[in-house]
C-alpha cells in the first residue's frame, strides 16, 4: 500500500508560501507529481491556493487541463516543438520558451493566428541546460517587436546548487538573473519574474522574485543539505506479507544463493520488486519495519517480491500474514534513504509511480 498524505503537502506548500512572503507559490507536479498522482496532488494545492503549475511535456499539460481548475496556469518547461503552438494556444498553456526559434515561432503563431498568446522565457544563468545563452537573451531584448508578438508573462532560470547554500554559483546565479531582470523589466513592467526552486526559497529573500516553484519540498523531500527538514513527511509504502517460511535447516536464500539463514530463521516473503520500483534507491539489502521492529530483506530482490528475515519476531506466522513491512515511512524516510543508499529523493519517488500498488490518500482539511 503506497499512502499518500494530501493534508501533509498542502501543509508544505502553505509553509513555503509564508517563507516566501510577498511572493507567489506555485506547484511543480510533473512527472505525475513525482509519481504521487499529479490530478491528487494537483486538486489538493489548488485547495488551498496554487494557481500555477508547471509540468514537463505537452501530454501532460493536457491532461491537467482537465482536472485541474480553469483559472489555472498552466506552464509546460520541456520547450516546444514546431507545430505544437496552435495546440497550446487552444488549450490555453503557456510554454517556457528556451530558444530564439521556439520564440520565433510562437511569435508567428501569434501572427497568423491573430491572437495575443502568452508565453514565458527561460534564460540559462548557471545551469546550462535549457534556455535562451545571455547574448540572446540581450539580443531578444534589442527586438522589441519581436518581444511583444511573444508577449511573455514571465522570465525564468533555474538554480544549479541552490541545495549547497554556501555554493558560489547561487550568487553569481541570482546577480546575473537580477541583471537580466532589470533589463527586460524596463521594457515590460508587468513582467514577471521566478528564480527560486524548493532550495532556492531557503536561500533567501534576493532569490525569490515574483513566483517560488518548489517541487520536491512539496513531497517531503528536504530542500536543505545538511540541515533538519523543514519539511513534513508525506508518504507510506507497506508491504504486505504473502508467506512466512520457517527453516528446518540452513538453507540458501533467493536467486544465485547470495544468502544464506540457519536453521530455525523465519522467512517473510512480501509483494513488492523491482518491477515495483524497488531497487538501488532502497538499498541492496532494503530495511522495514514490522510490528514497530526493524528487520532486513535477505538475498536477491526479484521483480515481484521482496524477502525480509523475520527471525527476531515472535508472533505465530498466522498473524504475520495480516501484517505489512514498511519500507518508506517517517523512520525510514526519503532523506535517510538518499543518504544510506547514494540516491536521490526524486529517484525513489518516481520510481514509485509506475509501481503496481493500491493507493491511498489521505485527505488534506481544505480538500472539502
Known sequence: MLTIDLAAIQSNWLKLQTIGAGASVGGVIKANAYGLGADKVGNALYAVGCREFFFASIDEALAARVFLSSDAIIYVLGGIRAGDEHLLMESNLTPVLCSLSAINSWAEANAVLGCNASAAIKINTGMTRFGLDLREFESLCGN?????????????????????????????????????????????????FSLANSSGIFLG?????????????????????NDSNPMLPVL??????????????????????????????RIAVVAGGYADGLHRTLGLQPEGYLNGKLVRSVGRM????????????????????????????????????????????????????????????????HNG
Open 144 to 192: 522589441q517587436n519581436l518581444l511583444r508578438a511573444v508577449n511573455p508573462v514571465l522570465l525564468m532560470s533555474h538554480l544549479a546548487c541552490a541545495d549547497e547554500r554556501g555554493h558560489p554559483l547561487n550568487s553569481q546565479q541570482q546577480h546575473s538573473f537580477a541583471n537580466c531582470a532589470k533589463l527586460i523589466g524596463s521594457l515590460l513592467p508587468n513582467l514577471r
Open 205 to 225: 529573500a534576493q532569490w525569490h522574485f515574483d513566483l517560488l516553484r518548489p517541487g520536491a519540498a512539496l513531497y517531503g523531500i528536504n530542500p536543505v543539505q
Open 236 to 265: 507510506r509504502l507497506s508491504l504486505p506479507i504473502m508467506q512466512v517460511r520457517k527453516l528446518d535447516a540452513t538453507a540458501v536464500i533467493g536467486y544465485g544463493s547470495s544468502a544464506t539463514l540457519p536453521d530455525g530463521a
Open 302 to 365: 526479484s521483480m515481484d517480491s521482496t524477502m525480509f528475515d523475520i527471525s527476531s519476531l515472535d508472533l505465530p506466522s498466522e498473524q504475520l500474514l495480516g501484517l505489512e513491512i514498511d519500507v518508506i515511512n517517517p523512520l525510514l524516510s526519503l532523506e535517510y534513504l538518499s543518504k544510506k543508499n547514494a540516491s536521490l529523493g526524486y529517484e525513489i519517488l518516481t520510481s514509485l509511480g509506475a509501481g503496481r500498488y493500491p493507493r491511498e490518500y489521505l485527505a488534506g482539511s
